[in-house]
């Protein structure tokens, strides 16, 4: 049995980029949990949750990752109405650039023979 990347995206890659760009926005930004929550379709406490590691802790994103998202939370912090589409952005360019197979290895091995990706080490 496998899961498809939807299902993996869903359960791990969206809220490891969730609790990255809220880090960035409550800390470099200076936005309140409640703002950044809204802004990341979430509430104040998963933000909380987020900085406190007790959710989204099961993978790290690569530093090339970080430096995406660093670059939309400067975006979503000028415009918070752009934030799913900063997502979205992320998530095609984890999958473009293999980072989404990373977590697939991990979590989700069985497909790797399916999808013909071949993840980077």
Do not use: H
Request: hydrophobic content about 35%; overall charge positive.
């Amino acid at each position: 049995m496998y899961l498809l990347l939807q299902e993996i995206e869903v359960w791990y890659i969206i809220p490891a980029i969730r609790k990255e760009l809220a880090k960035l926005l409550t800390k470099k930004y200076e936005l309140s949990y409640e703002k950044a929550g809204i802004i990341l379709g979430v509430s104040k406490a998963a933000v909380s949750q987020y900085l406190s590691n007790k959710r989204a802790n099961k993978i790290k994103l690569n530093s090339e990752t970080k430096r995406e998202v660093a670059k939309s939370a400067k975006i979503v912090n000028e415009n918070p109405k752009l934030a799913m589409r900063e997502i979205q952005r992320i998530l095609k360019f984890m999958k473009d650039s293999k980072c989404s197979c990373n977590v697939c290895k991990q979590y989700n091995k069985e497909v790797l023979g399916y999808c013909n990706c071949e993840p980077k080490y």
